[in-house]
T-cell receptor, first 110, second 113 residues
Framework: AQRVTQPEKLLSVFKGAPVELKCNYS??????LFWYVQYSRQRLQLLLR??SRESIKGFTADLNKGETSFHLKKPFAQEEDSAMYYC????????????FGGGTRVLVKP | KAGVTQTPRYLIKTRGQQVTLSCSPI?????VSWYQQTPGQGLQFLFE???????NKGNFPGRFSGRQFSNSRSEMNVSTLELGDSALYLC????????????FGNGTRLTVT
């Protein structure tokens, strides 16, 4: 069965510092990978997906199939980036079944 | 466009009771998925409905069931509630499946005493 691991439960960085959230997955096929974000008192929302290869709010993520990783990066963290971040995997044949990692809480200090 | 709406927002039930949660998807969305979120297990997939048919199911006991109506609205039912069923239940809708992104509701927080 597929599995998503986010090794850091909490990341604390200063404003303007780079931030990298790690995500590793286990699946033998070709999955779709996503990052979801939940800001305080807001609903879970899609941040970005690997097939789009786009940068959202300054965040980027590259799928590394060799290392089975999909780390999320931002070169200069902002206070408004403080939130809960979830990495998720979807197998195309499984419709909208997402397998989520445990989440990483990011705290950006002024 | 209105977002995904879940009702009620909060529920308190006692062990052994049953509960029904409701989810209204974004207009035009035909897929509705349900997830359970707990501090210990995180976000876990319950099931997905598409065009009134269950398309996928997670690893939850048969006490957890759902259905989808012709207007795409969905309900989730949990029978014979247990303390461990206390959780935030999230509903998500999408246009179809495949490449369509999921849009989540605010969730229903169920407390079982």
């Amino acid at each position: 069965a597929q599995r998503v691991t986010q090794p850091e439960k909490l990341l604390s960085v200063f404003k303007g510092a780079p931030v990298e959230l790690k995500c590793n997955y286990s699946y033998s096929g070709s999955p779709e990978l996503f990052w979801y974000v939940q800001y305080s008192r807001q609903r879970l929302q899609l941040l970005l997906r690997h097939i789009s290869r786009e940068s959202i709010k300054g965040f980027t993520a590259d799928l590394n199939k060799g290392e089975t990783s999909f780390h999320l990066k931002k070169p200069f963290a902002q206070e408004e980036d403080s939130a809960m971040y979830y990495c998720a995997l979807r197998i195309k044949a499984a419709g909208n079944k997402l397998t989520f990692g445990g989440g990483t809480r990011v705290l950006v200090k002024p | 466009k209105a977002g995904v709406t879940q009702t009620p927002r909060y529920l308190i039930k006692t062990r052994g009771q049953q509960v029904t949660l409701s989810c209204s998807p974004i207009s035009g969305h035909r897929s509705v998925s349900w997830y359970q979120q707990t501090p210990g297990q995180g976000l876990q997939f319950l099931f997905e409905y598409f065009s009134e048919t269950q398309r996928n199911k997670g690893n939850f006991p048969g006490r957890f069931s759902g259905r989808q109506f012709s207007n795409s609205r969905s309900e989730m039912n949990v029978s014979t509630l247990e303390l461990g069923d206390s959780a935030l239940y999230l509903c998500a809708s999408s246009l179809s499946g495949g490449d369509s992104p999921l849009h989540f509701g605010n969730g229903t927080r169920l407390t079982v005493t």
